[in-house]
């Protein structure tokens, strides 16, 4: 989930970086922070250590990856009425897919956190450990 995030970003900035991409200062600086928002809130949420704290910033980066796509959804409609270069249409159309992709991703694996036991890699100790053994010992 991480890499397609960190691929969210490479992308907006190659977007950014072109000439012909029309934009504000402040919708530029505001799409390059939410970009870059999804990436980072993953990696500071898996590092924090647990699992409830790893959801709330999974949502986080989640919010980020719909900002990204809203903030395209409105340059889209824009160049419908601006005569802008069939390529920077499709770069922004494949950019809104990576981001949309991204929203999936981490809904699946929010999902599959939230029907998880395990608390995080916080609470991992020993007795939890041997606990778990045991109970994937009982499973089989």
């Known amino acids: 989930v991480w890499q397609k995030a960190a691929e969210l970003y490479e992308l907006t900035e190659e977007l950014l970086e072109?000439?012909?991409?029309?934009?504000?200062?402040?919708?530029?600086?505001?799409?390059?922070?939410?970009?870059?928002?999804v990436s980072n809130n993953i990696a500071e949420g898996f590092e924090r250590g647990?699992?409830?704290?790893l959801l709330a910033f999974l949502y986080i980066a989640r919010g980020s990856a719909g900002e990204v796509r809203s903030m395209l959804v409105l340059k889209e409609r824009r160049a419908r009425k601006a005569a802008w270069p069939a390529d920077l249409k499709s770069q922004i159309s494949n950019l809104?897919?990576?981001a949309e992709s991204c929203s999936r991703q981490i809904?699946?694996?929010?999902?599959?956190?939230?029907?998880s036991d395990i608390k995080g890699q916080r609470h991992l100790n020993d007795k939890v450990r041997r606990e778990n053994d045991?109970?994937?010992?009982?499973?089989?």
């Open 134 to 140: 045991e109970k994937k010992r009982a499973a089989e």
């Open 50 to 53: 647990t699992t409830n704290e």
């Open 107 to 115: 809904r699946g694996w929010a999902d599959s956190l939230q029907n």
């Open 18 to 37: 072109r000439d012909d991409f029309k934009v504000t200062r402040g919708f530029r600086d505001q799409l390059d922070r939410a970009s870059l928002s």
């Open 96 to 98: 809104k897919s990576v």
